[in-house]
C-alpha cells in the first residue's frame, strides 16, 4: 500500500525566510513520481512541482525546489524567499501505476502562514 | 483558457436526495477523478475514469456513482446511500494515467452540506 505523511500540521515562517516542508512516502513500486500541490482558502489545487523516481537530479521550479532523498523515502518541498501569498495549505503526494486504484496519494497537508 | 470547471460551486442536500455535481474539462484529457477532502485531510479518491464509458472505483467509491459518455465530461452523483456526504469535491484530469510523471489538473471544487 502506497502511504504519504507530512509531520508538520501548522507552520508559522517570517516573510522572506525559506522555507522547507516535510513529506515521507512509502511504496513497494520502484517507479513512481511524487507531486507537490498549493491548495490556497479558496480551494483550488495548484499543481508545484514533480520529482520522478529515477531522476537524477532534485526538481526545480521558479522558487519551488524538492529535496528528494530516495534512500530515506522523503521529498521535502523547499520554497525560497517566503512570501505572503505563499500562505496555503500544502500537499505532499504521490502517484504510482502498480498501487492499486488509480489516482493520487495524498498526505494530510501542512498549514503555511507567512507572517510579515 | 484551457481547464476544468466544475458546478455548483455550493450545493445542499436534503436527506433521502440524490444531488450530482458536474466536472468538464477541455484538456483533451483522457483521464479525469473525483476526490473528496474533509476539514483537515487530504484528499481520498472516490472514482476514476480512464476513458470514455469506463470507470473504476477508488478508495471510497460506496454511495456515489459515476458516468463517462463523453471524454469532456465526468458528472458524480452522490446518493442517499452516502450518510456522510458534506464534504469538499474536487475533480481532476490527467493526460495519460499510464504516465507517472503526469501532474492532475483540477477544479475549484463544490462544497456539498447536508440541509
Known amino acids: 500500500a502506497q502511504k504519504i505523511t507530512q509531520t508538520q500540521p501548522g507552520m508559522f515562517v517570517q516573510e522572506k525566510e525559506a522555507v522547507t516542508l516535510d513529506c515521507t512516502y512509502d511504496t513497494s513500486d520502484p517507479s513512481y513520481g511524487l507531486f507537490w500541490y498549493k491548495q490556497p482558502s479558496s480551494g483550488e489545487m495548484i499543481f508545484l512541482i514533480y520529482q520522478g523516481s529515477y531522476d537524477q537530479q532534485n526538481a526545480t521550479e521558479g522558487r519551488y525546489s524538492l529535496n528528494f532523498q530516495k534512500a530515506r523515502k522523503s521529498a521535502n518541498l523547499v520554497i525560497s524567499a517566503s512570501q505572503l501569498g505563499d500562505s496555503a495549505m500544502y500537499f505532499c503526494a504521490m502517484r504510482a501505476p502498480g498501487g492499486g486504484a488509480d489516482g493520487l496519494t495524498f498526505g494530510k497537508g501542512t498549514h503555511l502562514i507567512i507572517q510579515p | 483558457d484551457g481547464g476544468i470547471t466544475q458546478s455548483p460551486k455550493y450545493l445542499f442536500r436534503k436527506e433521502g436526495q440524490n444531488v450530482t455535481l458536474s466536472c468538464e474539462q477541455n484538456?483533451?484529457?483522457?483521464?479525469m477523478y473525483w476526490y473528496r477532502q474533509d476539514p483537515g485531510q487530504g484528499l481520498r479518491l472516490i472514482y476514476y475514469?480512464?476513458?470514455?464509458?469506463?470507470?473504476q472505483k477508488g478508495d471510497i467509491a460506496e454511495g456515489y456513482s459515476v458516468s463517462r459518455e463523453k471524454k469532456e465530461s465526468f458528472p458524480l452523483t452522490v446518493t442517499s446511500a452516502q450518510k456522510n456526504p458534506t464534504a469538499f469535491y474536487l475533480c481532476?484530469?490527467?493526460?495519460?494515467?499510464?504516465?507517472?510523471?503526469?501532474?492532475?489538473?483540477f477544479g475549484d471544487g463544490t462544497r456539498l452540506s447536508i440541509l
Open positions: 481532476a484530469s490527467s493526460m495519460d494515467r499510464a504516465i507517472v510523471n503526469q501532474p492532475q489538473h
Open positions: 475514469s480512464q476513458i470514455v464509458n469506463d470507470f
Open positions: 484538456l483533451n484529457h483522457d483521464a
